[in-house]
């Protein structure tokens, strides 16, 4: 085994000038050292866009661009060598947030200009209803960059032989991985194979290549596996993050409390490369009026070049920021009107059969004021004045917040947005499903084992998955967007159902037309008698013949004629949280104490996996709430480890309840709808909504740490230093 | 590039090897921070000393006058002692509040100190209870105050062959009383952005401050005391109103800067208010002692 390490220049708007590796390659123990003249094929990359080198050719566009590759014998030396190689290279100026990108006269970061996207969707007159509105609330918010922060950091190994290059790296979509390695190693389809099991946490971040293109250029020039791990450091560094974001938002209301228009714009820090930049704009125009009926919009966003660190995807993708400003403003038109911020919400909620926001027609289930029901009725919510009147000491107080939010379910508009499933009886008797999709940690490998054992009316134990190889299962899209509890889903449902009839087929041969079948716990039964899934399987290998089926689901779409690509979505799911904190307005620490999520799972598959999904999401909610920002200084990144990015800790964590509510999806598989990404975004308004309620001071620049809280309490109550 | 490891069985070897290898020794304890500062290239030592199975320097003794806690006692052992944390609740507190579990089963009292870190959280409470140090190096043993350990960030008055072999920390008397608060932005593995440890000593009829000794850590190149709050308190009767005349001087006393966890104008708001806090609930502590 040989160890790869990336050589990096370290500053986050430069030209190469030279690049000496000279010193590197004399090192004992180095195998190879690699830069951009060593890429076969396409020297560039992206999921849509492809306008990131592998190795920098001339420009470096942020912190973490790749420069050259070493190989060698040992970590140490893969280390070593990799600081041996000089870079000579010119600082050119460069632009670090959207405020500097945006002007006329910046500098470039790509050749095309810094806008990567500028979209706008507009429908009625929001004019007018500003002029005839109750009440009209406009604010700016401030969302931070944040990191994924997933336990494993990116690592794998890659080997070229035999003509075939085969990569097993933690992706969210081998065939996505796949499609840009051909492209880059100048190779056919056949020829390079990933594998992307297992998976250490992704949350979006893994959906666009991580180190994969490096790694394979490598291990293109030695003979032999490379492996390579980021530390903390280099993963914070050169990995994809939430998209920092400013948005404004004015916001009407009548006196009823109907919101009446949105007027909203967008600044969104792509960083140094597309990724998905342009989709996650899209998402937070999308949702930019949260779970709500709006008749009149005007919503412009910009997303925007910069020499930070590149944004893609992350859980709750653009909707995280929209939900935020919206869930802000929704609460402060309550206020204004004297409205209880619940019934607010029940006011405008959308219902299946509305026309959303966006402009098209919302066919399906919609869980908005189920979720919104159930958090009326439960303790946290329904007796919260009790609870807020036993914070720890006189100088705490609590509070208790609401958020909504939906979130879209599936990739969108004009995108492909297949599921798909094999199931197969094999030699040792076993079920063996196969679906390309990676489970990374959620647990729907769990969920499509139920799904097929569920309609097999088999023993859980005798289904098998394998899951996410390029070789051995069918392309299922990528892991991503809500998506592969219902699309995928249904692909297995059909696998199932395909299998059960290819069983009774099978049987019929052996033993008539005529025979009563059962599906029973451990196989079949034939007219009373059992067989199981070892004896079929014995049975069908003397017969050289095979038991198994293939399940293709395709994703509904929108069919509305759209001004943005990817957009609209057809399918939400939806939750409700409600949380209560306490705030020591003495220092400004926030504590959350309680926290209630409310999911709609259309029907619920496992629920210790929705619990799972739901108290992830709270956390991830919580530590935007809370603490988690990028910091850096003209694109050098500051907090490089988990000492200085700080995420809440087992410490930090509240009780979290899970009540989900089944508004069922006829469609769905079982009747369930995706959850994933929805149990996170209401998280951190509800958190924020809290604090208000607490100690009545507004954060609309997030993290709401304790000097943000502090310096706002000071401000507020006008008090000096000598509290 | 490879690392020896050296097991010490007693403490009077630790100074001579480390004599032996000047520069290229280090001690290892707990190696909380001594492995941190490896792995990022700070140093890069070729001998380490481990000296966490030396017995000696395990030991807690109550003695009369004072308590003597060897440098090599976890922060885990210091917050399972029942006896620490009724007599110097400061202490208890403040390592308590350090890392996590996993790190205080390792870290030590000694490596806090011996680090030198502006933040490190068992100085303040050390500092404001007059604590002392006995440094072992191959000449033999000294004693410094606590106080005077730092000089300023990572740097420490040990000798290059010395080493810190336990910290004295007077008894405390009834009238005594002593608390530790610290800011940071978790609730575990938290660098303080700040910290207080206020040490109040009250007048018999327990209406007055006979005196007080405050540290602040987070808040200067080194944890500093407060001296002239500490006068202004001096004598006076125990109510908020002193508390707060008093801590009106602490601007002056303080140096902090703005750093990556917070801004200097946070630390100067958040340690009047804590300071006060500290100084009340130590008021209170002694009040329920009696």
Known sequence: MFWGKIARVGVASARIIRIDTQAAEALDGVMAVVTAKDVPGLNGYGIILEDQEVFSNER???????????????????????????????????????DEAIRIDAPKVHDSGNVLLHGVVKHGDVQGAFRSAAVVVEESYELPMQEHAYLETEGGIAEYKDGEMSVFVGSQYPWQDQRQLCKI????????????????????????????AQLAVMALKVDGPVKMVNSREESIITSWKRHPMRITMKTAADAEGVITANQVRIYSDTGAYAGLGKEVLGYSIEHACGAYRVKNVDIEGYSLYTN?????????????????????????????????????????????????????????????????????????????????????????????????????????????????????LTGAGRLSLGVGCPDIGQGNNMVFRQMAAELLGCDLAHMDIIQADTKRTPDAGVTAASRTTYTVGN????????????????????????????????????????????????????????????????????????????????????????????????????????????????????????????????????????????????GHILSDNLNTYLIPTAMDIPEVETYPVEEVEETGPFGAKGIGEAVCAAATPAIINAIYDAVQVRIKKLPANPEAILTALVEKEGMDDEH | MSISIVRVSKAAEIGILLERHRGAAKVLAGGTDVLVQIRNGNISPSILLDISQVGELRSVEFNLNEVSI???????????????????????????????????????????????????????????????????????????????????????????????????????????????????????????????????CLSEDRQKFESVQLAFGSVGPKVVRAFVCEEALRGRSIDNRSIELALKQLDKEISPIDDIRATARYRRIVCKRIAKQAVQQAVQLVQERS
Not at chain 1, 77 to 86: G, H, N, T, V, Y
Not at chain 1, 185 to 212: C, N, W, Y
Request: include cysteine.
């Open chain 1, 60 to 98: 470096i566009r942020f912190e973490g661009d790749a420069v050259a590759g070493v190989v060698a014998t040992t970590p140490a030396l893969a280390e070593e060598a990799a600081k041996l190689i000089k870079i000579e290279y010119e600082e050119t100026p460069g632009v670090y947030n959207v």
């Open chain 1, 185 to 212: 190693l100048d190779m056919d389809k056949e020829q390079v194979h990933v594998v992307s099991d297992p998976v250490g946490g992704a949350f979006g971040g893994r959906e666009s290549l991580t180190i994969q």
């Open chain 1, 308 to 424: 930070n660190a590149p944004a893609c995807a992350m859980r709750a993708f653009g909707v995280a920021q929209s939900t935020f400003a919206m869930e802000s403003q929704v609460e402060m038109l309550a206020d204004k009107l004297g409205m209880d911020p619940l019934q607010m919400r029940l006011t405008n909620g959308l219902v299946q059969g509305d026309v959303a926001p966006f402009g098209h027609t919302l066919r399906y289930s919609m869980g908005t004021i189920p979720t919104l029901k159930k958090a009326a009725e439960v303790d946290l919510w329904l007796n919260r004045e009790k609870h807020k009147a036993v914070a720890t000491k006189p100088w705490k107080k609590r509070g208790v917040g609401i958020a909504t939010e939906i979130q879209a379910i599936g990739i969108g508009q004009g995108a492909p947005d297949f599921g798909a499933a094999d199931l197969v």
């Open chain 2, 70 to 200: 060897g440098a090599g006692v976890s922060l885990s052992e210091l917050v399972e002692s029942e006896e620490i944390k009724s007599e110097f609740p400061s202490i208890w507190a403040a390592a308590k509040e350090v890392g996590s579990e996993q790190i205080r089963n390792l870290a030590t009292i000694g490596g806090n100190l011996a680090n030198g870190s502006p933040a490190a959280d068992l100085t303040p409470p050390l500092v404001s209870l007059d604590a002392e140090l006995s440094l072992l190096g191959p000449e033999g043993s000294r004693r410094i105050a606590v106080v005077d350990l730092v000089v300023g960030p990572g740097q420490t008055r040990l000798g290059p062959s010395e080493i810190i072999h336990s910290v004295h920390i007077p008894r405390q008397c009834e009238r005594q009383g002593d608390v530790f608060i610290k800011v940071g932005k978790r609730k575990a593995l938290a660098i303080s952005v700040a910290n207080v440890s206020a040490s109040v």
């Open chain 1, 491 to 634: 692909a297995v449902v059909l696998a199932a159902n395909t299998f059960k009839e290819e069983l009774k087929t099978f049987a019929q041969e052996q033993w008539g037309q005529d025979i009563d079948i059962l599906y029973v716990a451990d196989g079949i039964t034939v007219d009373g008698r059992v067989h199981s899934y070892q004896e079929l399987a014995s049975l069908a290998g003397e017969l050289g013949r095979s038991v198994s089926a293939h399940g293709h689901f395709d994703m509904p779409e929108a069919g509305y004629d759209s001004p943005l690509h990817g957009l609209p979505h057809i399918m939400f799911g939806a939750a409700t949280h409600v949380a209560m904190v306490e705030v020591d307005t003495l220092t400004g620490q926030v504590e959350l104490i309680r926290s209630v999520v409310i999911p709609d799972t259309g029907r619920t598959i496992n629920i210790q996996g929705v619990e799972g999904q739901a108290e992830g999401g709270t956390l991830m909610g919580m530590g935007y709430a809370l603490m988690e920002s990028v910091i850096s200084e003209k």
